[in-house]
């Protein structure tokens, strides 16, 4: 059944750029690799945004994370009741 649906997909060439041409060197397959890039990005994925609110929830979440694992190793040194 799945092999059946992937042979009716119609793929595109990995190797054929946009331009039509074919990867041939390194550098061509370094140009098709941004091309993939950016194909997956406008189809499958989409954009990261960055912005300040981006980095700063990435800072906030990294401070807590060191905060939450300095809690739990005092916890660990403290002796219970």
Known sequence: MLKEELEDLELPDILKSNTGSYV???QE???RREEIKEILCQE???YLIKNKHVLITTKLIK????AEKGLQAE???SPGC
């Open 29 to 31: 397959w370094e140009k």
């Open 63 to 66: 401070i807590l994370q060191t």
């Open 24 to 26: 041939k060197n390194i």
């Open 75 to 77: 916890n660990l040194n």
């Open 44 to 46: 499958e994925y989409g």
